[in-house]
């Protein structure tokens, strides 16, 4: 008769280096967030072709670029509670198809009203796709990676971002504006099958809902083929609460230290997004209109988005060894240069150079918040932890584009949009060193019970 054993998963996976079967889905992450990225960044180097074409005002531009952030908000909801209850996977690979499908669709956009359901419904679709890469990755990697992993994961988002500039210039003026939508949406309904086939269940997940045990035992020897596991086995997280499979509940996301943490959190990440969104929904358009023509202001803008990701993946050592204080960095080094930016009179190459740095700090800084974002739920609730800080940061996002619109609308030089946005590394770095505190502070008390124990 075979004896029943207990086994602690976290130990096993804290125990690990990262292997291929991590890279595996870190890879099929990647290939997610760069299409998030593409996509974003594709209706930013479009706009301007879209405007010609149906005729669009600037205001209208801006409600285009907000009702998708706002679809994401509400996506974000509905997706991280369904990624709790039905798992990872198989909501992963629902959110990348109908996104998929949502970009295909604007080939067949014609009118104002048309590009506003349609980039709803898109936004909506993408919604939690992020947050529950973030949690599937941190699930299966140990703590002293998760920040490095989330932070490669969203290169992706940058390097589409990076390649939506120069390649809406190659096609759109050959083949119109709606060509670039059909590559998008073809290449993300194509990657969904990918996801298919490669990506695996979480394995916390699995354990923290009590459910399928036999699955727990393929994943685990999945993910390292010498691991000794036993049809009879039973397993647990020893360094998470047990909330099982009762229904989620917001209050859940409020328990003990998280009282603090999750507000500050959600207040950082809106007031980042708030500075990245509007970098990355009207740069192109701000720099056409300092007086760069299309091409340039799509490279510039695409060069600060690979940069930003250049600068995340340098600070992300320093989140995993130090923890939340390093998010703090780049907000603060970023502060001068949008100040100068705003109130300066700044013209030419000088305006460039300055306003690259300034980007490349702030999206930098947005790299340092999505990394701590999801880490500090229980797997149980990991999905809806990670998917309202997203959610609640595309907050932010939505007043980005729209702060965008009403400043290139009102007649006042588009430079001074520079100085408000000053105000959102200022609140992340309250927020980070907020969190940091508190981290530390938890960290501390158990040490100090774990000692007396002993």
């Known amino acids: 008769m075979t004896q029943s054993r207990t086994i ?64 994401m908000m509400l996506g ?21 198809s109908a996104f998929g499908l949502m970009t295909l669709l604007f080939v067949f956009a014609d009118s104002y009203a048309s590009l506003l359901v349609l980039r709803f419904l898109n936004g909506f679709a993408l919604g939690a796709m992020l947050p529950l890469c973030w949690a599937l990755n941190i699930e299966f990697v140990p703590k002293r990676y998760r920040a490095s992993v989330i932070t490669i994961i969203m290169v992706g988002f940058s390097l589409g971002g990076a390649v939506a500039g120069p390649l809406t210039v190659w096609i759109a003026p050959h083949y119109g504006w709606a060509s670039v939508f059909a590559l998008g949406g073809i290449a993300t309904l194509l990657s969904s099958v990918l996801l298919f086939f490669t990506l695996p269940e979480s394995v916390r997940f699995l354990v923290s809902k009590h459910k399928h045990p036999e699955a727990v035992a393929r994943i685990l020897k999945r993910l390292d083929p010498s691991i000794d596991v036993r049809p009879a086995d ?13 229904p989620f509940r917001i209050g859940q996301l409020f328990i003990g230290r998280l009282k603090w943490i999750t507000p500050m959190i959600w207040i950082g990440f809106g007031a980042s997004s708030m500075a990245m969104y509007f970098l990355a929904s009207w740069s192109p358009l701000v720099y056409q209109y300092a007086g760069f023509d299309r091409a340039t202001a799509s490279w510039v803008s695409s060069f600060a988005s690979f940069s930003g ?17 390093a998010v703090m960095i780049y907000p603060l080094l970023s502060l001068p240069f949008l100040l100068v930016l705003g109130i300066g009179n700044l013209q030419g190459n000088a305006f460039i150079v300055l306003s690259l740095i300034g980007a490349i700090f702030v999206k930098g800084s947005h790299y340092g918040i999505t990394s701590i974002a999801g880490i500090f739920y229980p797997s149980a609730i990991r999905g809806n932890g990670a998917g309202w800080a997203a959610s609640m940061g595309k907050i932010g996002s939505i007043f980005g584009p729209l702060l965008g619109a009403y400043v290139l609308n009102s007649g006042m030089p588009v430079v001074k949009s520079f100085a408000v946005l000053a105000l959102c590394p200022a609140v992340l770095g309250v927020c980070a060193y907020t969190v940091a505190r508190i981290d530390r502070r938890s960290t501390m008390k158990a040490e100090l019970l774990t000692t007396s124990e002993q």
């Open 309 to 325: 990701a250049m600068a995340g993946l340098a600070l992300m050592r320093l989140v995993d060894t130090r923890g939340p204080y």
């Open 234 to 246: 039973r397993y647990f997280l020893a360094d998470e609460v047990d909330i099982g499979d009762q």
């Open 8 to 71: 602690d998963v976290a130990a096993l996976i804290e125990g690990r280096k990262l292997s291929r079967f991590n890279y595996v889905i870190i890879c099929a992450s990647v290939l997610i967030t760069f299409l998030d990225g593409f996509d974003l960044l594709m209706l930013s180097h479009t706009a301007a072709y879209m405007a010609d074409d149906i005729g669009l005002d600037k205001l209208q531009l801006g409600n285009i670029f907000s009702i998708g952030l706002f679809g």
């Open 76 to 96: 974000g909801f509905f997706f991280g509670y369904l990624g709790d209850r039905i798992g990872r996977r198989p909501t992963i690979i629902l959110s990348t």
